[in-house]
């Protein structure tokens, strides 16, 4: 019988390319799940990344699905600093990055998310998620608000009686939280301008390690997905920066 012999190096270059190929393959597929989730069809993306999540969980890709998957902001921001401090370049890597300044900015945390920010211009110069833009309306919200420190992690929460009147208790859990303010004034113009466009809103005042923010809720919804779907038109709409939350 006749032998074949195979150079190591042929070998070697073959395994290169196939797990290149692998790699490929598994990054494309990330990214169907994720313009899902931009859809908000985010039943489909979880059953479509359950194989994923359960074979790689942590390959930078898989953690930044699982950052937008988390229905709790503190773990998303979680899985995206892994990518960053793990895999900075990474293809995922200003994805995690730009969503962590989201998660900031949503919270009212200005001073922090423009760091987020100048990191992404400065690391990822070349990232389209540069190119986004904030409304004038909302622009001036922004540059009137006194930036809040952020701890390292969020401690925990407690309420205090708002300035306003309650709202009937619903059955609704689940909100969109559309700004975060350290003012009142301020976060009753956020208020007025979605109520200008017929959103149901209002302002709760929250202490948040020694700050007292007042949150700007759009909406209520019996489920995150409900919520995912309707906060994905308003930040489509008006581009700004939302988070999902459930309501305490």
Not at 8 to 20: H, R
Not at 55 to 75: C, I, K, T
Not at 196 to 209: A, L
Request: cysteine-free; overall charge neutral.
């Amino acid at each position: 019988m006749k032998k074949y012999i195979f150079p190591v190096s042929y070998i070697f270059l073959t395994l290169v390319f196939s797990l290149a190929g692998f790699s490929q393959t598994k990054d494309e597929e990330v990214a169907k799940i994720v313009r899902m989730i931009d859809r908000g069809d985010i039943e489909n993306a979880k059953t479509e990344s359950s194989n994923l999540i359960t074979a790689y969980p942590n390959e930078p890709g898989v953690l930044y699905l699982q950052g937008r998957l988390a229905s709790d902001g503190v773990e998303a921001v979680k899985f995206y600093q892994t990518i960053l401090n793990n895999f900075p370049k990474s293809q995922w890597a200003d994805d995690a990055l730009y969503h962590s300044y989201q998660y900031y900015y949503a919270l009212g945390l200005y001073r922090t998310a423009d760091l987020k920010l100048n990191q992404l211009k400065k690391e990822y110069p070349s990232s389209p998620y540069l190119s986004a833009q904030i409304p004038e309306e909302l622009k001036a919200i922004k540059e009137e608000e006194k930036p809040v420190n952020i701890p390292p992690v969020v401690a925990e929460e407690k309420t205090i009686t708002p300035p306003t009147v309650d709202p009937p208790k619903l059955e609704q859990s689940y909100t969109i939280q559309v700004g975060a303010f350290s003012t009142l004034k301020n976060a009753e113009k956020q208020k007025h301008f979605f109520e200008d466009w017929g959103y149901q809103v209002e302002i709760t005042n929250k202490v948040r390690s020694g700050k007292s923010l007042y949150l700007v809720w759009v909406g209520n919804f019996r489920t995150a997905e409900e919520a995912v779907k309707s906060g994905y038109e308003i930040k489509q709409k008006y581009n700004i920066e939302i988070i999902t939350v459930q309501k305490y």
